[in-house]
């Protein structure tokens, strides 16, 4: 499902962010000082450029406010270069805003003054920058032209980061092409540079790009191998916004293997950090493949609504205006560098020219925050009215567990209290006959005991049912507890059942003791019942995160896609409990290797 157009959008972050997440507080406060202090020009001009760097991806409307202050500055110096940069990072704001013809604008004036100014690393990353807006727009020739200007200028300072960096970057454009031999040959050139040079968050982009490539050959066992380790890095680099593109990458894997349970639930992280972040385009990505989810599972009605979500975002990004206006400026650059003259005479036109556009773009941005707010008003609705249905059913669902307790402990009550006490007076009453009955033979007395005994047996099952319906150790202990004294009287030849429990010394919620002790009990029985197994491992662990439950045999294992697995087994009731608690249920299973059942409840449920 995932195209390379999503990765135009991260691939500018390589560089930028490890300087921007390097940025404290204090030393965000200490530039700000320095800007607003009465000292000299080049420390102030400096601190301008700093707070760009380290700041462009936290505050997109400030990084603007204060850049427009350093070009000011910057022009009654006549200090071009500074000018130039400054312009970069304005360009840098308003691409990640989405408004793809303004950074068009000031990408072009600064590399203008650069190439002017002689810059070097920093015309390079201009260019790079422009690349990668052609490249978003699909105009590819034109990206293309602009990588290699800026893969030229890195090769000339022997510059391996800028290089690592155009290889992954320029990639993308392969994959549009469809060429996949050069994308990947670009994104392992790529990881190697990254690899010699320790740089992780460089390493993980191109493990992400070539499991892209491997998604759009349906290699999509070898592609997560490549997202995993991707992810394992940039959870060590504790980096929000990279692993919010990874979980997308996941999501789109997962969706491919039709993992849809997974898919979604990293979609659903993804978006959370895409939407705590503004980043729109991320979100749009997230929305389709939510919505190729709830469609892949008969949901149309969720489908519908996720895709409406997408295309209010993706028609705020893109639109033919916004292309045909970065058009016209890369004319309007083409006949800056041929022709001086002309340039002089339409200055004029052009200023005109530029009114009229920000005019219509404030109308069209008018537009849609009009059109933005009706849509949040209507989310705000459905959001309340989802709330109350999921109340509705929560109350619903919690009557019908205390019910089924108390209908539980009733009939054990009764079984323990009526026929228990029945059964046990009757062998009394049996027992005391036996010196007053006149055996004729052996036999006679033979078949006398085995009545006695078929008694005390019953009586014992009757205590067993009524135990592990009513658990006593569960009343009177913790859950571990009741659980090995379940696992104790459990009474099934040739099945050793072992248990490990870890944070349980303390009492929790009756209902949550309750809810889990009755989900395991339903795996061990559905284990005696199906699985034909010798061992049993359960596993109970508390922690900070939650609770985690583990139950595995070595039995006979199933096909999770027969009906035996959605139909029976007591998979539903197991679910249905665990949904409760705001928990996950895990199942894995294939024939002949056993089963394992995974749950994991949150504390805060």
Known sequence: MQSAVWRNFRLLLILILPSFYSASASEIDSIKAIINSS?????????????????????????????????????????????????????????????????????????????????????????????????????LDRALANYDKSLSIFIALKDSAGISMIQNES???????KVYEEAIK??????????????????????????????????????????????????????????????????????????YDAAAIYADSSNRIAFLMNYPELQTENYLILASISKAKGDFNRAFSYLEKRVSIHDSLFNSEKLKQIEELNSKYESIKTAKI??????????????????????????????????????????????????????????????????????????????????????MNLSALESKLAFSNESQHESYEKIITLIDESCKEIRSVSHNMMPNALLKNNLAEALKTFSNQVDHPGLHISLYAEGLESKMDNNTETILYRVI?????????????????????????????????????????????????????????????????????????????????????
Not at 172 to 177: A, D, G, H, K, T
Not at 558 to 577: Q, T
Request: some cysteine; charged content about 20%.
């Open 186 to 259: 670009r994104y392992t050139s790529s990881y190697n540079i990254a690899t010699a040079l320790h740089d992780n968050m460089g390493v993980s982009y191109a493990l992400s790009n070539l499991a892209g490539v491997y998604n759009l050959q349906m290699k999509f066992a070898e592609a997560e191998v490549f997202l995993k380790k991707a992810l394992v890095i940039r959870k060590g680099l504790n980096d929000s916004l990279a692993l919010g593109l990874v979980y997308e990458d996941i999501a789109t894997n997962y969706y491919s293997q039709k993992k």
């Open 39 to 139: 000292g000299k020009y080049t420390d102030k001009i400096n601190a301008y450029l700093l707070f760009g760097e380290k700041y462009a991806l936290k505050n997109f409307d400030e990084t603007l406010e204060i850049a427009n202050d350093g070009i000011g500055l910057a022009k009654k110096n006549s200090d071009q270069k500074s000018e130039a940069n400054l312009k970069r990072f304005i360009g840098t704001a308003y691409y990640f805003k989405g408004n793809y013809e303004i950074a068009a604008k000031y990408f072009y004036e600064s590399i203008a003054l650069m190439e002017s100014t002689g810059e070097g690393r920093n015309l390079a990353l201009a260019y790079n920058d422009l690349a990668k807006l052609y490249r978003k727009t699909r105009i």
């Open 171 to 177: 990639g993308v454009v392969f994959e549009y092409m």
């Open 342 to 427: 002309i340039q002089q005479q339409q200055f004029e036109i052009n200023k005109r020219n530029y009114w009229i556009a920000a005019g219509t773009i404030f109308l069209v941005l008018l537009c849609i925050a009009a059109f933005s707010y009706y849509q949040h008003i209507q989310s705000k609705q459905r959001a309340r009215l989802q709330q109350t249905v999921s109340e509705q059913q929560e109350m619903a669902t919690a009557s019908i567990l205390e019910a089924e307790e108390n209908e539980r402990q009733r009939i054990a009550k009764d079984l323990h209290d009526g026929i228990g006490q029945m059964m046990s007076v009757a062998k």
């Open 521 to 605: 009990q339903e795996a061990v029985n559905n284990v005696i019942k199906h699985a034909g197994a010798s061992k049993v491992d359960i596993s109970v662990i508390k922690d900070s995160d939650g609770i985690s439950v583990t139950v595995e045999d070595n039995g006979n294992g199933f096909d999770k896609a027969s009906g035996h697995f959605s139909e029976g087994l007591g998979f539903k009731s197991i679910h249905s409990r665990i949904h409760f608690l705001k928990g996950t249920v895990e199942v894995v299973s294939s024939p002949g290797e056993g089963t394992l059942v995974s749950l994991h409840i949150p504390l805060n449920n």
